[in-house]
């Protein structure tokens, strides 16, 4: 179960992944820092996709913020699109305040691809 669990992250990664790459990458308000992903385990390649797809997920994050708190509830997630969120809404929410912040999910992003790397 578990397993098919890391599947379903991995997928949701390479569809982050994908999406950044079908659309121009435009600037977020609180970009995330190409310095948060290099050194990056791989080819640099990899680490400009890594890099893009995060700057997408900011953007999508921020523009479901509709309150402007900073943070997602599971609503505001939910009504975004933001299936993957909502899903593991749990998961992300680590400190269980009902409600995310872009720190939380990208720690969240960060360490299930570490964990699928590893097997």
């Given at each position: 179960?578990?397993?098919?669990?890391?599947?379903?992250?991995?997928?949701?990664?390479?569809?982050?992944?994908?999406?950044?790459?079908?659309?121009?990458?435009?600037?977020a308000?609180?970009?995330?820092?190409?310095?948060?992903?290099?050194?990056?385990?791989?080819?640099?390649?990899?680490?400009?996709?890594?890099?893009?797809?995060?700057?997408?997920?900011?953007?999508?994050?921020?523009?479901?913020?509709t309150?402007?708190?900073?943070?997602?509830?599971?609503?505001?997630?939910?009504?975004?699109?933001?299936?993957?969120v909502?899903?593991?809404?749990e998961?992300?929410?680590?400190?269980?305040?009902?409600?995310?912040?872009?720190?939380?999910?990208?720690?969240y992003?960060?360490?299930?691809?570490?964990?699928?790397?590893?097997?």
């Amino acid at each position: 179960m578990q397993a098919l669990f890391h599947a379903a992250v991995a997928a949701a990664l390479v569809c982050v992944t994908s999406l950044s790459l079908a659309q121009p990458v435009a600037p977020a308000s609180n970009p995330v820092s190409l310095s948060e992903v290099l050194p990056y385990k791989g080819s640099p390649d990899k680490a400009l996709l890594h890099y893009r797809a995060m700057q997408r997920l900011k953007k999508r994050f921020d523009e479901a913020d509709t309150d402007g708190s900073g943070s997602l509830s599971r609503e505001e997630a939910s009504k975004a699109g933001l299936s993957f969120v909502n899903r593991n809404f749990e998961h992300i929410d680590t400190r269980q305040r009902g409600d995310i912040t872009f720190d939380d999910l990208k720690a969240y992003v960060m360490q299930r691809r570490e964990e699928a790397r590893s097997r």
